[in-house]
């Protein structure tokens, strides 16, 4: 660890900048994938099969149906280095970038607004270590605040991209996140306003962007309109939330929401391909409550519980990639032996998940999708490891009904202890003041707020023994 602290601290001296693309290729070797050649770092481990790809319509160039999704890059644990704790490992991600490609990864997908800012740059160092035909890039235009809504703003932050990216050029780009907040409104500040649509097609036509595209959350009317437009923007691809539970359970979950089966008929009415994000429901679908890991493990044993809804995503053939935020190399390697190759579901297995879908949703978890939007508060909450510990929980039984409930004593101390140990006590839930900053930010439209001020009531009623 001296040795990648001594390095990091040399990459900060240099700025980070276009010096880093010298970092030597030494030792590595090259194989073809997908028709494609893959340039990686020897050792990096292989798995047997080869990836699934499929064909963007367009260009004809194949792409790995397994995404990597660079919005949580690995940090430097404080026992590690308390100095560093926080940043991005770069050597890790460097190490999950060598292995991904080595077996047929090729879609990166980044943003601005990703890892405090630091997504695209720490992706351009570890993708600029190989050629750069053996990779796409996908970065968004991520104006989300009224700060950023000018066309200088803009600007300035779609330059940056390719110079954080270490690239002359961007394979996939998308305004990031239409239907938030304002919907239309917003909407019209964000790109028709300022120009920046038109600046994006006809950088599209320049040839800077090779594919242009958008990402949904929330307000359907934005989507509709920007489909009903397809003949005057012509949509390259679409990023969506798809996945078994949002199929037909997305409104269920959070009323701001559609469900996918609209999403995904639309887009393949007209030949739109799909990007999915969410595959997994913010991790909600690998961390499910018990009775539904014993019912998908009694059917696919040797499967993990992730793999389902992975199959699932990939499943639609409309499907160009299938985003995943792999943090840790098992992810990782659990996610390549689903897509390496790709068992598409069968009708009977469909009808099985979403059967099993029918069950999640009786079960009240709140709609985060740990994206971290919501982040930083200006009262220093962490919001997302407030919602997650308390889904945990809720899939686990443990958030208790009454203190008549069965597991009543088992779930208090589960539910207190993990609170702790998950959140600061400076960082919990009691410290909201309402201020609702974080609201305008959720891709889910979730009452920030009031689920914290929920959560800190229930906490409350367990400390004092006063639920009832």
């Known amino acids: ?34 028709g494609r050649t893959v340039t990686h770092r020897s050792g990096a481990p292989a798995i047997e099969g080869e990836m699934t790809y499929r064909t ?12 990597y999704g660079c919005m949580r890059w690995p940090t430097i644990d404080e026992r590690v280095s308390k100095e560093h704790a926080g940043e991005i490992d770069q050597e890790a991600v460097n190490d999950l970038v060598d292995t991904a490609m080595a077996n047929g990864v090729n879609y990166f ?10 997504s695209e740059r720490t992706t351009g160092i570890a993708l600029s270590r190989h050629p750069r035909d053996s990779y796409f890039i996908a970065t968004k235009l991520s104006n989300f605040a009224p700060s950023t809504w000018s066309r200088e703003a803009s600007m300035a932050m779609y330059k940056n991209s390719f110079k954080e990216l ?41 040839g800077r962007i090779k594919n242009l595209g958008f990402s949904y959350h929330g307000d359907i009317e934005v989507f509709d309109y920007l489909l009903a437009n397809h003949d005057k923007y012509k949509w ?22 559609t469900n996918a089966e609209y999403l995904y008929g639309e887009l393949e009415k007209r030949g739109i391909p799909a990007v999915i994000m969410e595959p997994l429901l913010g991790g909600r679908l690998s961390n499910v409550p018990d009775h539904i890991v014993k019912r998908l493990k009694q059917k696919e044993p040797e499967r993990s519980v992730a793999s389902w809804a992975f199959r699932y995503a ?13 943090t840790y190399k098992n992810h990782l390697m659990d996610n390549l032996s689903t897509y ?35 982040m930083p508060c200006p009262y220093g909450i962490d919001i997302p490891s407030i919602l997650t510990h308390y889904n945990k929980c809720v899939n686990e039984g443990n958030v ?34 309402g201020c609702k900053q974080c609201v305008s930010h959720c891709p889910q439209q979730i009452d920030i707020p009031g689920e914290l001020h929920r959560i800190d009531k229930f906490v409350e009623n367990l400390k004092q023994e006063t639920l009832s």
């Open 109 to 118: 997908d980044t943003s601005p607004a990703y890892c405090k800012g630091l």
């Open 166 to 206: 270490q690239t002359d050029y961007i394979d996939y780009y998308l305004l990031h996140a239409i239907g938030m907040g304002d919907g239309m409104n917003d909407f019209n500040h964000r790109y028709i306003e300022n120009g920046m649509l038109d600046f994006l097609l006809a950088e599209r036509e320049a």
């Open 236 to 257: 390259d691809f679409v990023q969506i939330q798809l996945n078994y539970v949002d199929w037909k359970h997305a409104k269920e979950m959070n009323p701001r929401n």
């Open 56 to 67: 963007n319509p367009k260009t004809g160039q194949q792409v790995s149906i397994l995404g």
């Open 314 to 326: 990939g499943t639609h053939p409309g499907v160009l990639t299938v985003l995943s935020g792999m």
């Open 400 to 433: 208790a009904a009454s203190s008549q409930s069965e597991n009543y004593r088992e779930a208090r101390r589960v539910f207190l202890i993990g609170y702790d140990r998950s959140v600061p006590r400076l960082r919990q839930a009691s410290h909201c003041i």
């Open 1 to 34: 660890m001296k040795n990648i602290i001594n390095r990091r601290d040399f990459l900060k001296r240099l700025g980070l900048g276009a010096t880093v693309t010298g970092v030597a290729l030494a030792g590595c070797d090259s194989k073809t994938k997908g």
């Open 340 to 374: 390496c190759p790709l068992k598409p579901l069968d009708a009977g297995e469909l009808d099985f998940l979403y059967a099993t879908a029918d069950l999640m949703v009786q079960y009240p978890t709140i709609a985060c999708n740990d994206c971290k939007y919501c």
